[in-house]
């Protein structure tokens, strides 16, 4: 079966930097586009941006471009969240998914059960 397996969220305080990771299994991972997508407390599933299958292409939601950055390695079936000078907004249960290249959920095929970041204050 495919399985998508978030790891590195945790606690940091506010001008952090934490760095996400993604394993995929049971399909041909370069096959697909990679997104990440968050949900806070009480909101909707929102896009944080996406990966080409090749890492040709990375997009970005407004709110953490210039401070998260997306990259994958294709040998080791593997995505990457970095995110640098996160701010207590970014607290959210971070997803990783495989699909289409695409901001909205609904374009993904198979979705990682979510990692916990926190940022304090």
């Known amino acids: 079966q495919v399985q998508l397996v978030e790891s590195g969220g945790g606690l940091v305080q506010a001008g952090g930097s934490l760095r996400l990771s993604c394993v995929a299994s049971g399909l041909t991972f370069s096959s697909y586009a990679m997104g990440w997508f968050r949900q806070a407390p009480g909101k909707e599933r929102e896009f944080v941006g996406y990966i080409s299958w090749d890492g040709g292409r990375t997009s970005y939601t407004d709110t953490v471009k210039g401070r998260f950055t997306i990259s994958r390695d294709n040998r080791k079936n593997t995505v990457y969240l970095q995110m640098n000078s996160l701010k207590p907004e970014d607290t959210a249960v971070y997803y990783c998914?495989?699909?289409?290249?695409?901001?909205?959920?609904?374009?993904?095929?198979?979705w990682g059960q979510g990692t916990q970041v926190t940022v304090s204050s």
């Open positions: 998914a495989a699909g289409r290249r695409s901001i909205v959920t609904r374009d993904y095929d198979y």
